[in-house]
């Protein structure tokens, strides 16, 4: 009997206790107290037996507009988790044969929801500098069934960020060819700048957000888009969630956005000591390396091409032998995956550590059985 394959998550979850949780860019170091305070108080009040108000609770989506600084002329969606969003504006939004102009490596969730609305994205080749789309890549790109340019920044997974300038060169590419532009901002408030594109293209842009990685709140599952009003009111025709998202979701949103300025800073300086610290230690392991460094968002790749470790090798003896989880590439590249893993690293400092003593005990492990595979083929 053929045994079954490794289910890195399954073990995961079944050990979520033990487990150094680097695989999925969540947060871990926003103030707990803040959001469970919020669910403790609608769990008392009973709310759950209610549905919630559908359009969202009117503070929350006050926050959401104060936070972007979204205009009147705007309208915000409030969906279940920010994937939701993206499912809702593909199937909107694009037709059978529509392209979209996209990178490898990627978010691969949105090209697949592009896929199942009948249309392709071209990826362009991002696994080298400057690690991200060029105005010039994205320009020569185009062609007649071009429909959106996907503009994710910070970017997924390498942690590479867009500087003003080029934000505006993709956007007024997108004003002159008449394009959608998804603009997927779930790490905006790591980055140490950033440029929404509605600054640039405003009737062009489909701004989708999340609380899950800025806010912590990966598992209550919120998140949402944002745009002009009949733009909006196109894509919510595709919206499941008629009865409203989940209003413990919403109560913990609404708080820790409420409160995100007396927190966040303190995220951000020890995500950035985090990422200083698993530089220094991936230095000492030959043939790995960071191609995106400092990172603008809360994960980067560790690239293991030069190392000769196969990601997915990697990945099981971190989580097994050291209980620290890590990402293989292959979930985020077609063509690269291969030669690097994600680590995210908005963790406690402890974390940080047990990745500092496992990741060199682990490539030295799998670094000969690869290198003995590698003979007797």
Known sequence: MTEPPFDAFRYAHEHRKEVVWMSQNTNHLVPPEIASAAIEEALRERRYEGYPFAPGLPELRDLVTADFGFSSDEAVQITSGGTEALYMLARALLSSGDEVIASDPSYLIIHKFVELSGSRTRNLEIYQPPFRLTSDAVRAAIGPKTRMILLIDPLNPLGSGYP????????ELAQDHKLWILNDVTYRDFAEHHTLARTFAPSETITVWSVSK????AGLRLG???GPKELVQ???????NDLGVNILAQVAAAATLRTKSRWLGSVLAQTRANQQRIRDVVATVPGTSLPVYPSQANMFVIDLAKAGVAPEELQKELLLKHGVFLRSGSYLSPKFGGQFIRASFSNPPKDIEAFAKAFPAAVATVRPRAS???RAS
């Open 234 to 240: 196109r894509i919510a025709r595709y919206n499941t």
């Open 224 to 226: 949402g888009l944002a």
């Open 372 to 374: 003995a595979v590698a």
């Open 164 to 171: 003003e300038s080029e934000v505006r060169a993709i956007a």
């Open 214 to 217: 800025n806010c912590g709140l």
